[in-house]
């Protein structure tokens, strides 16, 4: 994605299922699917431009994701 401003469709097409499952089996989930209590994290999130790529995903769970969204908020980065 070009730097500055993400379009909704550029959003759209980087958290798209396809592009998810794609990650997933390249990070060793053959099913490409999550297990229970897990979730895709964009390390630069997607609204800054970042993709989903293995490189700028983490698998971590739910309770791990709120905090550091809750985290981000507080810093006043979202």
Known sequence: MAKGKVTRAQ????R???KTEKVLRQKGYS????P?????HHVKP???GGKTTPK???IISK???KQIHANRKK???I
């Open 75 to 77: 810093r006043g980065e």
């Open 63 to 65: 309770a791990k994701h």
């Open 11 to 14: 959003i759209r097409k980087e």
């Open 46 to 48: 997607v609204m800054e």
């Open 16 to 18: 798209s299922p396809e």
């Open 56 to 58: 700028n995903t983490r």
């Open 31 to 34: 099913s490409g699917k999550l």
């Open 36 to 40: 229970k209590g897990k979730v895709l």
